[in-house]
């Protein structure tokens, strides 16, 4: 089957075109700056990225030019719209109506419109890429696949949030948790490739981006994860606070004069790492370089970063009561080896023990604990297209 995956935001949107058989990406772009002016960028597998500026004023106009880009006689993947088989969306919140990918039928669309509130920048973006889909391939079935649909197998123990119980039953407020096709691809990759038993493990992904979150997986299902209610909770993030005493959104809205999603918007986009190397900048490659070079703000943020994973990594064994294996996936995971050994180190006592060398190999699934170590530590590079991909592929056989 041709899948073509579909993730979008409020003015940009990538795209996929996988053959789900081979799991070979067929082609892949975005279109950037919908709405402003508009580019587009597409990709044939094995060619050179080609960039075509073109007004692209709705989505419809961007999604109409991936659709004949990739029908372009020379370097097109498809002769025509019949040979996608299937598309499948990236929809951010599902709330608590999704617990896995379902087929978009109207109903469904009604209950991601319900869920907006949860995600008002987000859903209705998702949205837009669904409807615009449905109408220019009508009659191709098309699947939904949430963020937060993995994390909904948390126990009330540990999604609820300790504020009066209204809350959580009138406006549904509690711990959703994001990132989670990624949590869940590479949960399932961690196990096959350490040959564990997916259904007799204790697993612990460590999603590490721009956007960072940690879960904890037993036996294949989520019981934690450190993102909340929305994705500014938990780690230190490229420019997000992660957890904060909450007390400090009227604190600092007095001393500035900022109303709550004022401060919100600085926890948001001027925090994390950007904050504290006082805007340096939130990318991790220019950190490590101004920290080597002496600049104290830089390892601040990168102390601050690596102690709250290690500390968020130390409560989740406890919550699992123990750990097989700790995995280290996306930009940061995936890419910087001193971030995981940083990390590692902290769990000596446990009989964590990292191979350095191992630990230097990029691009791979690799295993970088030593064999003697008490606890296997990997680097699986995530793929949440392919996971977005094989759900819809699973999705369509069940609805057969
Ligand atoms: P997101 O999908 O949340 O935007 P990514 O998973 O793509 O984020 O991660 C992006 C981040 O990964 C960058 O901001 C940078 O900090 C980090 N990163 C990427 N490549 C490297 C590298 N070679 N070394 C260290 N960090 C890297």
């Known amino acids: ?44 597998a094995g060619l050179d990225k080609e960039i075509t500026e073109a007004p692209m004023p709705t989505h419809k106009e961007a999604i109409q030019m991936v659709l004949d880009a990739l029908q372009n006689p020379k370097t097109g993947v498809i002769s025509s719209l019949k040979e996608i088989d299937a598309v499948g969306h990236r929809v951010v919140h599902g709330g608590e109506e999704f617990s896995g990918s379902v087929l978009i039928t109207d109903e469904m669309i009604k209950a991601v419109e319900n869920c907006t509130d949860l995600a008002p920048l987000h859903n209705p973006a998702n949205l837009i890429g669904i409807r615009v889909c449905k109408e220019l391939m009508p009659g191709t079935p098309m699947v939904g696949c949430f963020d937060t649909a993995f994390h909904q197998t948390m126990p009330a123990k540990a999604y609820l949030y300790p504020i009066p119980i ?97 401060v919100l918007q600085i926890l948001n986009k001027k925090s994390g790492v950007l904050g504290l190397s006082r805007g340096l900048s939130s990318d991790f490659r220019d950190l490590s370089a101004a920290a080597e070079s002496g600049n104290r703000d830089a390892q601040n943020a990168l102390d601050v ?96």
């Open 1 to 44: 089957m041709k899948v073509l995956i579909i993730n979008c935001g409020s003015s940009s949107l990538k795209y996929q075109v996988i053959d789900s058989d081979s799991e070979e990406v067929l082609a892949k772009g975005l279109c950037e700056r919908i709405g402003i002016d508009g580019r587009l960028v597409y990709q044939k």
């Open 166 to 262: 209204e809350y959580y039953e009138k406006y549904h407020i509690r711990k959703y948790g994001f990132h989670g096709t990624s949590h869940s691809f590479v949960s399932k990759e961690t196990a096959k490739f350490l040959g564990l038993d997916l259904n007799h493990s204790k697993i612990i992904v460590c999603h590490l981006g721009n956007g960072a979150s940690i879960s904890a997986v037993k036996d294949g299902r989520c019981i934690d994860t450190s993102m909340g209610l929305t994705p500014l909770a938990g780690l230190c993030m490229g420019t997000r606070s992660g957890d904060v005493d909450p007390s400090i959104v009227e604190f600092l809205g007095k001393k500035l004069n900022l109303d709550a999603s004022g």
């Open 305 to 400: 970063f690596c102690y709250r994973v290690t500390t968020t990594i130390g409560a989740y064994i406890a919550a699992l009561d123990g750990v097989d294996a700790i995995a280290f996936t996306a930009g940061i995971g995936e890419n910087d080896k001193d971030v995981r050994s940083t990390v590692m180190n902290n769990f000596h006592y446990m009989g964590i023990r990292i191979d350095e060398e191992k630990n230097s190999i990029r691009g791979e699934n690799v295993k970088i604990s030593t064999d003697d170590s008490k606890v296997a530590v990997c680097v699986i590079p995530t793929n949440e297209e392919l996971a977005i991909c094989r759900d819809t592929v699973a999705v369509l056989s069940e609805n057969k």
